[in-house]
C-alpha cells in the first residue's frame, strides 16, 4: 500500500519536501517551548549555573545586566518560539491541504479513465453504486492520507525519538523511571491496530452497499412506485445499514479505551517523575527547571504516541480505500487493442463471421457455431426467438465483447486488428431504447459527432423525423432532456437515436429492434426514418415484425447457437422452417395485416 500512496505523490515531491521542513520546525519549535520557563525557573529565580552552551548565548545580557533581563529574554524567546512554530504549523497546512486534493484529483481521473476503457463485461457483473462509492468515498481517504499523514508518522517518530534523547541528557535513570509504563501503552495502541482494520474492512464494504442499494432504489423509483415496493425498499436499505452500524460498533470499545488509557497511562508516569523528581530535587541532583521539561515532555510524549493511534485508524483505512480503488485499476478486463492497430477512415462494409462461438460466462456458450457473409451495401436481417443470442451476434461487430472461438471480420480484417475508436466510429447502433443524457436536445445528437456542427444537427434531426417535434418545444434543440431522456416519450426518443446515428454517417448500421416498443404509429415515423438512414448502407437489423425486413437481400434465423436458416423471404417461406412458422403466427394474430 505504502507504495501505492508513494506513487501517487511522487509528482509533489517538491510541495512536500516543503511540508517535511515547516514539519521539522514545527517539532523543533514544540521541544523548544518549555526551555524559557527551566531557563527562569533555575537561572532567574534559582541559582544554578547555566549550561555551557545555554551561558554561551546568553553570557553577555547575564554578565552586564540583571536577572530581570534575563527573564525577558526567555520570554521573548517564548514568543518567538511560538510564533515561528505558529508559521512552520501555517506552511504546512496550506501545502498538505493542496497536495491532497491534487492527489484526489489524479486518482479520479485516472479511475474514471480505466473504468471508461473496461469491457462491458465488467459492468454485467460489477454494481455501479459500489463503483460509485469507492470513486468518491475511498479516493477521500487516500486524499486525506496521501499528504499528511504519511508525514506527520514521519514527524511523530521523530519527536518521540528527540523528546527520549532529550530527557536522557538530562538525566537518564531518572527516563527509565518516567517511561516504564509505556510498554503496556504500546501493546494496548497494537491491540487497537488489530481490531480497527478489520472492523474498516467490513465498515468500507457495507458502506458501498448502502450506495448500491440507494442508487438502485433512486433509478427504479418508477417501478417502485408501481409495484407499491416503497417499503421493501426500505427493508433492504435497513439491513445493510444495519450491518454498517454493527461492523462500525465492533471496535467500539477499543476505540473508546484509548483516549481513557493513555490519560491514566500519563497520570501514573507523571506521578512517578514527580515523587521521584521530588526526591532528587531534595537532594540537589537535580533543577526544578529540568522536571518542569520532564513535566512538559511527558505530557507531550504521549501525544505522538495517541496521535500514532488514531493515524492508525487512519491507516486502516486507507488500506481498506487503496485495496479498493486497486481493485478496480488491476482489473483488466479492458478489450486489448494493438498498437499498430488498422484505422479504417472508412469501411465498404462487408462482413463475415466465421464458426462463431461465444457466452458471456465462457462456461455457458450463448452462440456455438454461427458463420455468415454479407456484401458491402446490403441490407440483412436477423430473426430467431427471444434470448436465441441475436442480440449478441450484433454486439461482437463494434467488440463491445470478444469472441471465444472463430472470427469476425469486417472488410476482410479481423475486428482485433483495428484500432477500437476507429473501428466503432464506421459502426452506427440503434437499439430498442435510445438511452440519453442530461443535457440539451442539440448535445445528445451530437453526441454521435461532438464535431457536428448545428446545421448538419438539425440537418440530421429533419431525415430522422425529429426536427418537427424539438421545433415545437420552447427551447427548441436547447430543450433540457430529463435523466435516461425521462421527459420524452419513447418515439420521441428513439428518433433522437436516429438522428444521432444520422450525425455519425457510418457505412455500417446495427438496428436492435429499434421499433419494438413504439406503438403502431410512432413505430411508422421510425421505420420512415431509419429507411433514410439505411440508404446506401450495410444494414443488419434484428427485427422484431417481420414485414420490416421483408425486402432484405438475406434473413438469417438464429437458433439454438447456430444459423439455422438463412436466404430471402421468398426461399424462407417456401422452405416452410422456423422463419415460416414464425411468419405464420404474426400475420394471423393480427395484429400486422400485409397480403400475401
Ligand atoms: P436476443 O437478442 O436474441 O433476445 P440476447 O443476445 O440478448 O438475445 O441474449 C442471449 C442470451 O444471453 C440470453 O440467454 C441472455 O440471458 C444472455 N445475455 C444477454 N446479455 C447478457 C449479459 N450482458 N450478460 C450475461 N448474459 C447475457
Ligand atoms: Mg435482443
Not at 547575564?62 to 533581563?69: A, V
Not at 452497499?209 to 433492504?236: C, H, N, P, Y
Not at 488491476?330 to 457466452?359: R, Y
Not at 471465444?404 to 459502426?427: M, T, W
Amino acid at each position: 500500500m505504502l507504495r501505492f500512496i508513494g506513487a501517487l505523490i511522487r509528482p509533489y515531491r517538491g510541495t512536500l519536501v516543503i511540508i517535511l521542513l515547516a514539519m521539522l520546525i514545527e517539532t523543533i519549535m514544540s521541544l523548544a517551548t518549555p526551555w524559557p520557563l527551566k531557563i527562569i525557573l533555575d537561572n532567574v529565580v534559582g541559582n544554578h549555573k547555566m549550561a555551557p552552551w545555554l551561558h554561551h548565548l546568553l553570557g553577555p545580557v547575564l554578565e552586564s545586566g540583571s536577572r530581570l533581563q534575563v527573564a525577558a529574554v526567555a520570554a521573548l524567546l517564548y514568543v518567538f518560539i511560538s510564533t515561528l512554530g505558529a508559521i512552520a504549523s501555517y506552511i504546512d497546512n496550506y501545502y498538505t491541504e493542496s497536495v491532497g486534493q491534487w492527489v484526489a484529483h489524479d486518482l479520479r481521473m485516472r479511475m474514471y479513465s480505466h473504468l471508461q476503457r473496461l469491457s462491458l463485461g465488467y459492468y454485467n457483473t460489477h454494481q455501479t453504486g459500489t463503483i460509485l462509492s469507492t470513486l468518491t468515498t475511498d479516493i477521500q481517504t487516500i486524499q486525506g492520507f496521501a499528504s499528511s499523514s504519511t508525514l506527520s508518522i514521519l514527524v511523530d517518530m521523530l519527536t518521540i525519538v528527540c523528546m527520549l534523547g532529550l530527557m536522557f541528557w538530562l538525566n537518564w535513570d531518572f527516563t527509565l523511571i518516567a517511561l516504564a509504563v509505556t510498554p503496556f501503552l504500546l501493546l494496548f495502541v497494537s491491540r487497537f491496530k488489530k481490531s480497527v482494520k478489520t472492523a474498516t474492512k467490513e465498515v468500507r464494504r457495507d458502506q458501498a452497499q448502502i450506495v448500491a442499494v440507494v442508487q438502485q432504489g433512486l433509478e427504479s423509483m418508477q417501478v417502485v412506485k408501481a409495484f407499491g415496493q416503497e417499503r421493501t425498499e426500505e427493508d433492504l436499505l435497513a439491513v445493510v445499514s444495519h450491518a454498517t452500524v454493527a461492523a462500525a460498533l465492533k471496535a467500539r470499545s477499543v476505540k473508546a479505551l484509548l483516549s481513557p488509557v493513555v490519560t491514566v497511562t500519563v497520570a501514573a508516569c507523571t506521578a512517578l517523575v514527580l515523587w521521584r523528581g521530588a526526591a532528587l530535587i531534595l537532594a540537589g541532583s537535580m533543577t526544578i527547571g529540568s522536571l518542569t521539561v520532564y513535566l512538559a515532555y511527558l505530557s507531550r510524549f504521549f501525544k505522538p504516541v495517541k496521535d500514532l493511534a488514531t493515524t492508525t485508524n487512519a491507516i486502516a483505512q486507507v488500506a481498506v480505500g487503496a485495496e479498493r480503488v486497486r481493485e478496480i485499476l488491476d482489473t483488466d478486463t479492458i478489450i486489448p487493442e494493438k498498437p499498430d492497430g488498422l484505422e479504417p477512415t472508412t469501411l465498404q462494409g462487408a462482413i463475415e463471421l466465421q464458426h462463431v462461438a461465444f457466452g458471456y460466462d465462457p462456461a455457458i456458450p450463448i452462440l456455438t457455431d454461427i458463420s455468415f457473409t454479407i456484401k458491402p451495401g446490403e441490407f440483412v436481417g436477423i430473426v430467431g426467438p427471444t434470448g436465441s443470442g441475436k442480440s449478441t451476434v450484433v454486439s461482437l461487430l463494434p467488440r463491445f465483447y470478444d469472441v471465444q472461438s472463430g472470427e469476425v471480420l469486417i472488410d476482410g480484417h479481423n475486428v482485433r486488428d483495428y484500432k477500437l475508436k476507429p473501428l466503432r466510429d464506421q459502426i452506427g447502433y440503434v437499439l430498442q431504447e435510445t438511452i440519453l443524457f442530461r443535457g440539451t436536445i442539440l448535445e445528445n445528437i451530437a453526441f454521435g459527432r461532438p464535431q457536428a456542427t448545428k446545421e448538419e444537427v438539425i440537418a440530421a434531426a429533419k431525415l430522422a423525423n425529429a426536427d418537427e417535434f424539438i421545433s415545437r418545444m420552447p427551447l427548441g434543440y436547447d430543450t433540457l432532456v430529463g435523466e435516461r431522456g425521462s421527459t420524452l416519450s419513447g418515439g420521441q426518443r428513439q428518433r433522437i437515436g436516429i438522428a444521432r446515428v444520422m450525425v455519425r454517417n457510418s457505412p455500417i448500421l446495427l438496428l436492435d429492434e429499434p421499433t419494438a416498443a413504439l406503438d403502431s404509429e410512432s413505430e411508422k415515423l421510425v421505420i420512415d426514418a431509419l429507411e433514410k438512414l439505411m440508404k446506401g448502407k450495410t444494414v443488419i437489423a434484428i427485427a422484431h415484425r417481420l414485414s420490416t425486413i421483408r425486402d432484405a437481400n438475406q434473413i438469417i434465423v438464429i437458433d439454438g447457437g447456430v444459423v439455422a436458416e438463412d436466404g430471402t423471404h421468398d426461399q424462407l417461406i417456401a422452405r416452410n422452417g422456423i422463419y415460416a412458422e414464425l411468419h405464420r403466427t404474426q400475420f394471423d394474430s393480427g395484429s400486422n395485416k400485409e397480403p400475401t
